[in-house]
């Protein structure tokens, strides 16, 4: 069986079997559980490797700071606080690292996890990934085909029109369904997904902005000093410097 569990947590709940045993029946999903705390309690086997690990074992214990980039994990941290308090949250975008430049986008639905008291102790979350499960493109599945090149070549020069090509449609009919099935227009899907590969080297590397901002497809240090202020809220350097601390 390839869950893991913390026992203290379940112990609080009505009947913590029934609940373990409904989510054993979706054990190819992406499912976590956290306690309030954002700590992992429960997971499935997908879940612990989109955290990179071999076992589930290993996340258990865990914050989403221990495996994602600090930006994505401030953003997940405010959708979770409105699950504390009591809301629940259908198919909302997000974008997930899977490793070093490569990003997916993922449908995520969370719910309160409430105690004997009613009181909320946690939150249920499942993931669907659209890079890999093209029967939730409603729109167009074709568009994982596109999805898939950017996660690539997100580095390069990359036109509409290839990704149109890619994609067996027009450069209308993709912009439109692009931005139907995603809420985004690929040029912005491309700049969030540098952005975030941006962000992981200004945690993890010495590199320098310049370097940075070349080595993920900007070929202008100031338009991705703009474009990540945009998005981030902050400048490349506050940002690294924030996270060195």
């Not at 203290?8 to 309030?36: E, G, M, V």
């Not at 989109?50 to 994990?73: A, M, S, T």
């Not at 997940?76 to 990003?103: A, C, M």
């Not at 941006?198 to 900007?218: K, M, P, Y």
Request: charged share 25%; hydrophobic share 35%; net charge positive.
């Amino acid at each position: 069986m390839n869950t893991a569990i913390d026992e203290n947590f379940f112990k609080q709940l009505p009947s913590p079997h029934n609940l373990l045993n409904t989510l054993q029946l979706f054990s190819d999903a992406i499912i976590l559980i956290k306690d309030r705390t954002g700590k992992y309690v429960f997971g499935t086997l997908p879940f612990a490797r989109l955290c990179r690990k071999k076992q589930v074992h290993e996340i258990i214990g865990h914050r989403d700071e221990d495996f994602f980039p600090q930006y994505l994990c401030n953003q997940y941290n405010i959708e979770d606080q409105k699950v504390f308090n009591g809301s629940s949250i259908l198919n909302k975008e997000w974008l997930v690292p899977e490793q070093r430049g490569v990003t997916s986008w993922c449908s995520s639905s969370k719910t309160p996890i409430f105690d004997k008291e009613n009181e909320v102790i946690g939150l249920c979350c499942m993931l669907n990934n659209f890079q890999v499960a093209e029967d939730q493109l409603q729109s167009d599945a074709r568009l994982t085909k596109a999805i898939t090149y950017i996660g690539k070549h997100y580095n390069e020069k990359i036109t509409l029109e290839i990704l149109a090509k890619l994609c067996n449609l027009s450069i209308g009919q993709f912009c439109r369904n692009f931005k139907k099935t995603f809420k985004s227009t690929p040029n912005d899907y491309i700049i969030k997904t540098r952005i975030n590969a941006a962000c992981i080297d200004l945690e993890n590397t010495q590199l320098s902005v310049t370097e940075i901002a070349f080595e993920h497809g900007f070929f202008d240090c100031s338009h991705f000093a703009k474009k990540f202020l945009s998005m981030m809220g902050e400048s490349p350097g506050k940002y690294r410097a924030s996270r060195l601390k």
